[in-house]
């Protein structure tokens, strides 16, 4: 079974930086682009980026520039580092599998791991 | 970047109820477009993909339509276990977006 697990929330303070990782157990890491989604506390899902199995990335326009999402094929790691840090980027971030569903590839986030919580607040 | 819209915001229905929710693109995103639910605390679970796939092991009362700006995700029959949230999002190209949600509670 595919296991994702989201590590490296914490409280931070705004105008910092924070790295967050996501591991995964259970399947062909390289294989596969995955996105990283989040959502504020009591709020609805946020696309935030996504990485292609070759490295190419996409990014909200809310995070361009200050985020940086990357990956580890060796490691099964996938990796957000977040700078400048502001109260509006505090949520639950989610890594998401991407599997390109069907004939003809659709984009469908069928693996997610459980989340992990950032605060930013001073 | 294409903006998703969501009606309604939320609904309150019965055990049994056939319930549809609608989703908008402000473009046309052809079939680039999923349906997803997330319970209170857990981590979203995808249920249609390319508009109007089901995924894989779920259950065949969920079903999805539409095409280019319009789309519906429809419950035939309404189990205890569908009360959730549930959001569309277009994967038709970068920034993908996902719409504001749908709150299905008991009525």
């Known amino acids: 079974d595919v296991q994702l697990v989201e590590s490296g929330g914490n409280l931070i303070q705004p105008g910092g930086s924070l790295r967050l990782s996501c591991v995964d157990s259970?399947?062909?890491?390289?294989?596969?682009?995955m996105n990283w989604v989040r959502q504020a506390p009591g709020k609805g899902l946020e696309w935030v980026s996504h990485?292609?199995?070759?490295?190419?990335?996409y990014y909200a326009d809310s995070v361009k520039g200050r985020f940086t999402t990357s990956r580890d094929n060796a490691k099964n790691s996938l990796f957000l580092q977040m700078n400048s840090l502001r109260a509006e980027d505090t949520g639950v971030y989610y890594c998401?599998?991407?599997?390109?569903?069907?004939?003809?590839?659709?984009?469908?986030?069928?693996?997610w791991g459980q989340g992990t919580l950032v605060t930013v607040s001073s | 970047a294409i903006q998703m819209t969501q009606s309604p915001s939320s609904l309150s229905a019965s055990v049994g109820d056939r319930v549809t929710i609608t989703c908008r693109a402000s473009?046309?995103?052809?079939?680039?477009l999923g349906w997803y639910q997330q319970k209170p605390g857990k981590a979203p679970k995808l249920l249609i993909f390319?508009?109007?796939s089901l995924q894989s092991g779920v259950p065949s009362r969920f079903s999805g339509g539409g095409s280019g700006t319009d789309f519906t995700l429809t419950i035939s029959s309404l189990q205890p276990e569908d009360f959730a949230t549930y959001y569309c999002?277009?994967?038709?190209?970068?920034?993908?977006?996902f719409g504001p949600g749908t709150k299905v509670d008991i009525k």
């Open positions: 998401a599998r991407d599997s390109s569903c069907g004939t003809y590839r659709y984009s469908c986030f069928d693996s």
């Open positions: 473009q046309d995103v052809g079939n680039d």
């Open positions: 990485i292609s199995s070759s490295g190419t990335t």
């Open positions: 999002l277009q994967d038709y190209n970068y920034p993908f977006t």
């Open positions: 390319a508009a109007s």
């Open positions: 259970g399947f062909t890491f390289s294989g596969y682009s």
